[in-house]
DNA sequence: GTCTATACCCCGATAGAC
DNA sequence: GTCTATCGGGGTATAGAC
């Protein structure tokens, strides 16, 4: 009885990743605004109305979508900070560190670029993303947090200039999300935060086009000088 | 029937803009990949058959909303710039204006967010814009440009460091856009170009919501870094 | 340039048989 | 859990009368 279930379980499971994957390569084809459980259910054979056992409308279906695409960036995030903190023979400095984790985000971005697109580009109108996606999409800015507590405790930061007018906004965000940082390199990772992920936007979205060619060098150059203006000492990239 | 011709040609003047401008409200009800010709004409009291005398396509309205929306960005940016160099008793020094210009786009991107998400966020899949749209896409940043050359003129730039294998790339691209300026300010300007659109897309795309309240300050801070990674000399905003 | 009509598609969601 | 059938929408694009 316990193994019959088991096995239905096991197939709910295998069902649902199918659908998912199927449903992503909707996404490549028609984007996410346009993503139908019926062109899902048809690629797999299904009957559209079967779907509706897996996925109670085409929004619960965008949410698993966007959990998993927060999930997977997190991943790839935490695993390269876990790379470059471990290499051997010396661990990475800091800033190197950051750099890594940076361009493994890219690197995911470039491979996954319509998952990018649903987590990071504009939102899908007429949907309005529910609280079991906030946990997810904070996995890669913890990853910073982490990495700049790292560099912190280890050789200190220079701390970034604050315009006094953003001192009380700082302390707030800090008291939140990492007390024991110094409130300006907690907002200054921030503006990083949404910087890095701009020059991501710029080369995905196209705006490099027939402009930028060495991209992946020009990411570098830039998300080092992110890791200083948040305060990491270390030699600049290049 | 010179005048016969031109009231024709006003009316059709007219009614293009009519449309266009009702397509901008469906742009912001359903997004640009739902843009429908059909919902467009039926909200203006016509029947879809004829807007195709208008625009042959759907991709052709797609493309007269994406330079519109390219055209008014630029055009604030200029103004931007103009009432900043102006600026009485004195021009403001070159920091304050890169801030201004970055501040206005900023204003129209609040303003007009699903025109900003049209050309700054996601690609419509299945939609490629047609050479039209090059132009008018690189107002804004000719702005900027102009900016960084009037400042390199009066004072100077602080060159900025540059990655030894990215110096053939900012040579070309320099020689390509602004000859006259130095090279590793190019790319610099290049790179702190897209960190500036990704402060805004995370503050329209919500990737600051319940994060970020003093958005206006800490965009101004960051922005004033951004002109200093440039090479703009000048007090740091704050 | 606008109209009606049409060809030929798409969708979300549900009811009820099996 | 999957099926058929259905409700009640939506869409692009064109033909041909006026």
Redesign the interface.
């Known amino acids: 009885m316990s193994t019959i279930r088991g096995a239905r379980e096991r197939a709910r499971i295998e069902v649902t990743a199918a659908i998912k994957d199927e449903a992503r390569k909707r996404l ?7 993503l139908s459980l019926r062109a899902v259910a048809r690629e797999l054979g299904m009957v559209s109305s079967a779907l509706y056992r897996y996925f109670p409308s085409r929004d619960d279906l965008l949410t698993a979508l966007i959990v998993d695409a927060y999930d997977a960036v997190g991943e790839v995030a935490e695993g390269a900070r876990a790379t470059a903190e471990q290499a051997r023979p010396h661990p990475a400095p800091h800033v190197e560190r950051w750099v890594a984790v940076a361009g493994a985000v890219r690197g995911w971005a470039l491979a996954h670029p319509h998952e990018y ?1 649903l987590i ?7 949907y309005s ?1 529910p609280m079991d996606t ?1 946990g997810p ?1 904070s996995r890669v800015g913890l990853v910073f947090i982490d990495l700049v507590r790292d560099a912190f405790r280890a050789d200190g930061l220079a701390v970034p ?6 001192r ?2 700082a302390e ?2 800090t008291a939140d999300l990492a007390p024991d940082l110094p409130p300006p390199a907690v ?1 200054a990772l ?2 990083a ?7 991501i ?3 995905l ?4 086009n ?5 991209r992946e ?2 990411f ?3 998300a080092g ?2 890791a200083r ?1 948040v305060g990491l000492r270390g030699t ?3």
Chains 1, 2 share one sequence.
Not at 28 to 34: I, L, N
Not at 161 to 166: F, G, K, Q, T
């Open positions: 490549a084809a028609e984007g996410a605004a346009r697109a990071y580009g504009s939102p899908v109108p007429g993303a906030v999409a200039r604050l315009a006094p007018e953003l009380p906004e707030r965000i907002l921030i503006a935060w949404a910087q890095l992920f701009g020059l936007s710029f080369e979205f196209g705006q490099f027939r402009l930028v060619e060495a060098p020009l570098r150059q830039a000088e992110l203006s600049p990239v290049g």
